[in-house]
């Protein structure tokens, strides 16, 4: 990647094209340097089982900027198409009174499953503004339960009222050109995206989000660029 663009914390899209349609692959960057993050108070019993003093995770940031937990979607330009959800459910599992990972991203109709890992008792309270609220009890270690979404939405919180520190995030979509960052600010989408015209958005919950038109015809290769930014502090 050319170092001008690593230096100025932008968001760089690559677009692999093939015979079954485009598949689009990047990675968020981040520019500013971001508040440091809280370390979280737990109860005592809570705290004993971490590995090391744990934060608030608001910023995920690597060496090079790569900024996590970044929910990257095509926006527009797939009316009047319908996508079956996956038959493969995406996971995210309670481990030492947290939520991990802190935000992943669903279909429409696909499952979501939540594993406990942990020896202690959870709920998880979803308190989406389009979807259903629901609240479901979570046992013991090694107890799962599954779930889906009707209704496209961003950043569904999900909290543990037993433990007023545990979030995390879902994202649901009705197509399946998505993906939420990785550590390094990585993403990919599936393969399949067909030739047209499209906007892509990348949304961060504390960096806001940045749009960009962009054009996919067989054989070509257009990078796309974003910034995200650090919010000035008032």
Known sequence: MNTSILTCGLLFFSFCLNAAGAGVSGRVLLRGTPPPERVIEMTADCAAAQERPPTTRHYTVDRDGGLANVFVVIRSGLKGKTFTPPTTAVSMECVACQIQPYVVAVQTGQTIRFHNNSSFLENLHFTPKLNR???????LKRTSLATTFDLPEDFIPIKGDAHPWFFGYV??????????????????????LPDGSYTLE????????????????????????FALEVPVRK
């Open 171 to 192: 994202c649901v979509v009705d197509h399946p050109f998505f993906a939420v960052t990785g550590a390094d600010g990585r993403f990919q989408f599936p393969n399949g």
């Open 133 to 139: 609220e629901r609240n479901f009890a979570l046992g």
């Open 202 to 225: 990348a949304l961060h919950l504390k960096a806001g989000s940045a749009k960009k038109e962009i054009v996919v015809r067989a054989g070509r290769n257009d990078p796309i660029a």
